[in-house]
């Protein structure tokens, strides 16, 4: 691309994959400058977000190989599908359960355009009770944790949780027989709770991504439907509008046996559906109201996740 004018340069490259940018770094010192500049990573990653990227992640939740009982081996790890870079973090101050969150904190600082950050939470006390937490931050900027005074809701058992999702600044949970989103702000680093409406409460609330904006996939025992709300303005006095139900009282199965993973378009909804013959991701046509067996095979309800995935430029601390 040589005697083309840097503008058109910089635009072509913010079309190309990560893992060829973090590549042609290399190329030159202009390139290098240029690729790892300010102002290129915000536009690569402002431009990826509007792309909104989904992903469907399968894991083993049953490794043998892990002592369950020795969580101070426990370990995190950070890892970039763009890149296929991954990085050890180094050890947390409590174990590593399965309340953890992970995000983008997009303020700046030192000339840095933002940071990546885990929250690790530790809770104590029993099934339902009022429990006690601790919580420490890890910063890829600082390469460290630190405790902070902000602590977990009480009343809230993690056995309880459902999926989470990154909005924004904010880590978000969902959590079952109790009509409320928890919400980690990366920023202040500070936890809040939000209450969802009487209109809208469910048995089960499964918080997914649409159009990035904050959704909820729900259903009530009293009816064989899903119901699909979202929600047009954050912290607004009536946040939530219901988009649409799909009714599943025709099919030949119970509605437990589709398990919700997300939207994985305007009108269209992923699940998966437990046979006896097995587990498989379908997808779910509102327009036709039909499911399509997808080729994915699922292990487990807890072994597949829906997220939605913004191409960055790596884990370097100075990005």
Request: charged share 25%.
């Amino acid at each position: 691309m040589a005697g083309l004018p840097d503008e058109i340069t910089t635009e072509i490259l913010l079309r190309l994959p990560a893992k060829s940018l973090v590549r042609f770094r290399c190329v030159s010192r202009f390139w290098n400058s240029l690729l790892t500049s300010t102002s290129f990573v915000e536009a690569y990653s402002d431009r990826s977000s509007r792309l909104g990227h989904k992903y469907l992640l399968k894991y083993n939740r049953n490794d043998s190989s892990r002592n369950e009982n020795d969580y101070t081996q426990s370990e995190i790890f950070l890892w970039n599908p763009s890149t296929n870079e991954r990085r050890r973090l180094p050890q947390p101050r409590f174990f590593v359960s399965e309340l953890i969150g992970f995000g983008f904190d997009p303020s700046p600082s030192g000339g840095c355009v933002g940071d990546f950050k885990v929250v690790n939470i530790r809770m104590e006390g029993g099934f339902f009770m009022s429990r006690c937490s601790q919580e420490e931050v890890y910063s890829l900027r600082r390469n460290s944790w630190k405790r902070i005074s902000s602590v977990f809701p009480c009343g809230i058992d993690p056995k309880c949780s459902g999926n989470q999702v990154v909005f924004g600044n904010f880590v978000c949970w969902s959590y079952q027989y109790d009509a409320s989103l928890v919400l980690f702000d990366l920023v202040e680093e500070v936890f809040h709770q939000m209450v969802l409406p009487s209109s809208m409460r469910a048995v089960t609330e499964h918080i997914s991504l649409l159009d990035g904006r904050l959704s909820l996939i729900a259903w009530k025992r009293s009816c064989h439907s899903r119901e699909m709300w979202i929600m047009e303005e954050f912290c607004a006095a009536e946040p939530w509008t219901k988009l649409y139900t799909i009714d599943l009282s025709s099919t030949s199965s119970s509605i437990l046996r589709y398990s919700p993973l997300g939207f994985a378009g305007s009108r269209s909804v992923l699940f998966v559906k437990s046979s006896s013959s097995g587990e498989r991701v379908v997808s779910f046509n509102v327009e036709t109201a039909q499911f399509e067996e997808l080729e994915v095979e699922d292990d487990s309800v807890k072994s597949c996740r829906l997220v939605t995935y913004t191409h960055s430029l790596g884990f370097s601390s100075e990005h």
